[in-house]
């Protein structure tokens, strides 16, 4: 199989081993990191193959043809006319072919170039892993996330090289959890950077000002089978839905030990925070359901990967396909 053959395999071997540990919850992936050193490692099989091995294939299928044609003429001087070696077409596309391991790596370099590019920079693909964005977002609801909405940022590490704009209260945004970066979360913005963001007795209050609400029929939720209360909220003119759950008290049990904890007021009723400079509230729409800021505080503007705004598919409801708010 030759060195760059074993080589390429061991990648490829290695590669199985990376998402089979991943699939199998032995490990947490970085997809951003994998795909960039894809790029790198495809970008240099590419170069490799334009500066080195295509030149020297068609240098060697040359060769090959002049040896032909030069025992030919050596036949031929000795009276032998019909031979039956010749240089065929066949012949030549056999000795410019590339071998699997350039076909699986320089060949697929373009297209891992543009969705490297696609991901870091325009869209980027979320699934939906749990019901805490319940009505808005189910289980299984696969998501394209806006990455230029709030900066553009350099891949794998992060670094914000131009400001594009920034989160407004109601944007659905996706987020590297603060406790554990490697993890993304989805949750809604409530609260921005100087905020005073209060949920007391399961009602939201920002800078004083109790949020408006309005009753909806009870939603059914098909994961717990069972009603719970719906109601209509309104975030400065971004209404959406949230679910609560009169069984559920209202006080946040479990709050973590987090940076800025000093900024929040537990008490039996709930949670009073001011919001730090750089920083975001964000909850859950299914209230009672989802583990937020209340328990684990801010999320800072480096963590934010981008504004989800589009359900491509759910395999389980087509349905479900279209924007959101």
């Known amino acids: 199989m030759g060195f760059m053959g074993t080589l390429t395999a061991l990648l490829y071997g290695a590669l199985l081993v990376y998402l089979g540990g991943w699939f199998q919850d032995r490990w947490i992936g970085d997809f951003s990191l994998l795909l960039f050193l894809l790029t790198l490692v495809t970008f240099f099989y590419w170069l490799a193959e334009r500066l080195y091995f295509a030149p020297a294939r068609v240098k060697a299928a040359a060769k090959a043809e002049a040896e032909i044609t030069a025992r030919r003429a050596d036949l031929a001087k000795q009276g032998i006319e019909k031979v039956d070696n010749s240089f065929s077409e066949s012949a030549r596309a056999k000795i410019l072919a590339q071998p699997w391991w350039l076909d699986w790596t320089a060949g697929l370099f373009p297209v891992i170039l543009i969705v490297f590019l696609l991901r ?42 131009l400001a594009t704009g920034e989160p407004a209260r109601g944007d659905v945004v996706v987020f590297r959890y603060p406790p554990d970066p490697r993890i993304d979360y989805i949750k809604r913005v409530v609260g921005l950077p100087g905020d005073d963001v209060a949920w007391l007795n399961k009602k939201l209050t920002i800078n ?105 598919m759910n395999f389980g409801n087509l349905g479900r396909i279209g924007t959101f708010r």
């Open 120 to 161: 870091s920079f325009l869209f980027e693909p979320f699934k939906i892993p749990s019901g805490s964005m319940l009505p808005t977002l189910e289980s299984g609801d696969l998501i394209l996330v806006q990455k230029f909405a709030y900066g553009v940022r350099l891949p794998v590490i992060d670094k914000k090289v």
């Open 208 to 312: 004083g000002k109790a949020v408006e609400t309005t009753a909806l029929p009870d939603y059914f939720d098909e994961e717990g089978r069972a009603y719970t209360q719906q109601l209509r909220e309104s975030l400065v003119g971004v209404d959406h839905r949230i679910l609560l759950r009169a069984d559920r008290p209202p006080f946040v049990p479990g709050a973590e030990q987090f940076p800025n904890r000093d900024a929040c007021r537990y008490s039996a009723e709930g949670v009073a925070c001011k919001v730090p400079a750089g920083h975001y509230f964000v909850m859950g729409d299914n209230r009672d359901n989802s583990v937020d800021s209340r328990y684990w505080g801010f999320v800072p503007d480096r963590n934010l990967k981008g504004r989800a705004f589009f359900v491509w």
